[in-house]
């Protein structure tokens, strides 16, 4: 065995875990079955905020360490992808959310000046908006500079892995429904659509957690990223262009110029769906341990640091 850890899965969720074991001084190396750019993580909006994931107490205490490690990276946006920008959940107020709202710092009701017509009430908040191409980049590059190497191979079970090191951590997603096998991971399939900026600054986001159409308007460095769905159950990647007009006649709503705003890209990606994320260790048959860091739903972004840092302690890191 020439590594301390093999990692599975090269999203945010795998890079965040690999990197914590290697700043502590493990050999790691990641197994990815797609590049970066092909992973769930690259076709994210990229916003901060906890999002159809459970379980709540535990989400909430990651989502704050994550919040922590993203507010500094954005000290450096251009290197890490990582910005602090101001904006607005429509349709909620303060008791709607878990206790770590109490500790977001800054987050207050809108006043009735800031919200959209059509919206009685909201939340602002200066939150990190990730611009996800840069950020998985970055990622890669901090997990080589400690010493983590990525290789593009795919793993027929976790038992193989587990010949090639100690310690495997199953970051795998979506993947793990067949990996493990869990048949409680699904998908919950999200449709975006990217137009140019037309002068917006801010982002908004007004998405029930139940329902499979949602709304959100984030600006990112390349254009805006308007969306969405949040389908259960559907595994098509191919964009649909009628969800594509609805999408961006719901964010027009908010922001008129978006009508006209012409369209960069669209995209389609299949979130981990979970009753609850799975983060625990089990021994395999042949010695090794793994740790599962898995199901985290529309939030892998907002969790992927406080995930991290406990999956490395669960792999005795």
């Not at 002068?199 to 908004?204: D, L, Q, R």
């Not at 599962?292 to 890191?317: D, K, M, P, Q």
Request: with cysteine.
């Amino acid at each position: 065995m020439t590594s301390d850890a093999i990692v599975i899965g090269g999203g945010v969720i795998g890079l965040t875990t690999a990197i914590v074991l290697a700043e502590s001084g493990r050999r790691v190396e990641v197994w990815s079955r797609d590049a970066a750019a092909d992973t769930t993580s690259a076709v994210a909006g990229g916003l901060w905020w906890p999002y159809r994931i459970e379980p709540e107490e535990a989400v909430g205490v990651w989502s704050l360490r994550s919040l922590e490690v993203q507010s500094e990276l954005a000290a450096a946006p251009d290197e890490t992808g990582v910005r602090l920008v101001d904006g607005v959940q429509g349709g909620l107020d303060v008791a709607e959310l878990g206790p770590w709202a109490r500790e977001l710092r800054g987050l207050r009701p809108s006043k009735a000046e800031e919200l959209p017509r059509g919206y009685e009430r909201g939340l602002r908040a200066r939150v990190p908006v990730i611009d996800m191409g840069s950020h998985l980049a970055y990622l890669r590059r901090r997990l080589e500079a400690a010493g983590g190497t990525v290789a593009v191979r795919a793993v027929s079970s976790l038992a193989d892995a587990g010949r090639a090191a100690p310690t495997i951590v199953n970051c795998t997603g979506l993947g793990a429904r067949d990996l493990v096998p869990d048949p409680g991971v699904h998908p919950v399939q999200g449709q975006i659509v990217v137009v140019e900026n037309p002068g917006i600054a801010e982002w908004f986001v007004a998405a029930d957690h139940s329902a499979s159409d949602t709304m959100y308007v984030l600006p990112q460095p390349y254009g805006v990223v308007l969306g969405g769905t949040a389908r259960e159950d559907v595994w098509d990647r191919e964009p649909d262009p009628a969800t594509a007009a609805a999408i961006v006649a719901r964010c027009a709503r908010v922001h008129p110029g978006l009508a006209e705003a012409r369209v960069v890209e669209h995209r389609v990606g299949l979130r981990p769906g979970r009753s609850q994320v799975r983060l625990e260790a089990e021994e395999l048959p042949g010695g090794s341990r793994v740790v599962h860091n898995y199901g985290h739903g529309g939030a892998g972004i907002t969790v992927s640091w406080g995930c991290a840092r406990e999956a490395a302690r669960l792999a005795g890191g």
